[in-house]
């Protein structure tokens, strides 16, 4: 099932103040990483993945999976908006005991299909279950949200085994840990690597609602194909301050900069 209406601009916007309290509570990070695939979260959620909150293993659901699993918040997040679990329970986010991990975790949370955290392992399982599925002749697809790691072999498999149900969306925010990725690895023509691994492949602007929903509504961009979706968005969107900013990986707000990102998000 897909949500009848939502305001994916608000589930976006919603998905960034909870982060914000999340990573400051608990003194976790990450922040900018957020922020960059909120508005691709809230689309997915808001209007693209079948899912159903009151079957978290329903059988033929989408399945979703954050490959750069240090982001986990905002994928708590979006699941308790979504009604996986109590909002209450993001204030555990990062503490003593707390199932809500700093890279996200599927122990004790429904809706998280997989625990991720050493990067780039999301596609190769993404690639796994897509197989899979191929292989049942079951409908449902597989999302992988990823960013930097080690996934040029499961690009491989996917296409020689043409699994036109995985999608790969790239978070590109031209940002790492330490610094620019075009300064630490050079990636262009990056949409030109993926189509000569045998991809469909789209750029599109990740935080434009409108272009990511008619892009993930018209899929597979070619049958027979998985499909690689770039988009391209900015490290910290939605906090002027944060934005295009290496400080933000490795960081939370606390005291006048959580007041300041708070102010903010809540005029947006």
Known sequence: MTPASVDTRELARRIRLHALHMTSRGGSSHIGSVFSMADILAVLYGAVLRVDPT?????????????????????????????????????????????????????GN????????????????????????????????????????????????????????????????????????????????????????????VEVDGHDHEALLSTLSSLPLEPGKPTCIIAHTVKGKGVSFMEHSVLWHYRSARGDELAAAERELMKA
């Open 55 to 107: 079957a978290p293993k329903w059988r033929d659901r989408d399945r979703f999976i954050l490959s750069k699993g240090h982001a986990g918040s905002g994928v708590y997040a979006v699941l308790a908006e979504r009604g996986f679990f109590p909002v209450e329970k993001l204030m555990t986010h990062y503490q003593d005991g707390s199932d809500l991990s700093g890279h996200v975790s599927h122990k």
């Open 110 to 201: 429904p809706g998280v299909e997989l625990s991720t955290g050493s990067l780039g392992h999301g596609l190769p399982v993404g690639a796994g279950m897509a197989f899979a599925a191929k292989l049942d002749d079951a409908k449902h697809r597989v999302v992988v949200l990823l960013s930097e790691g080690s996934n040029w072999e499961a690009a491989l498999f996917a296409a020689h085994h043409g699994l036109q149900q995985l999608i790969a969306i790239i978070d590109y925010n031209k940002i790492q840990s330490l610094g620019l990725v075009a300064d630490t690895i050079g990636l262009e023509p990056f949409a030109d690597k993926w189509r000569s691994f045998g991809w469909g492949v």
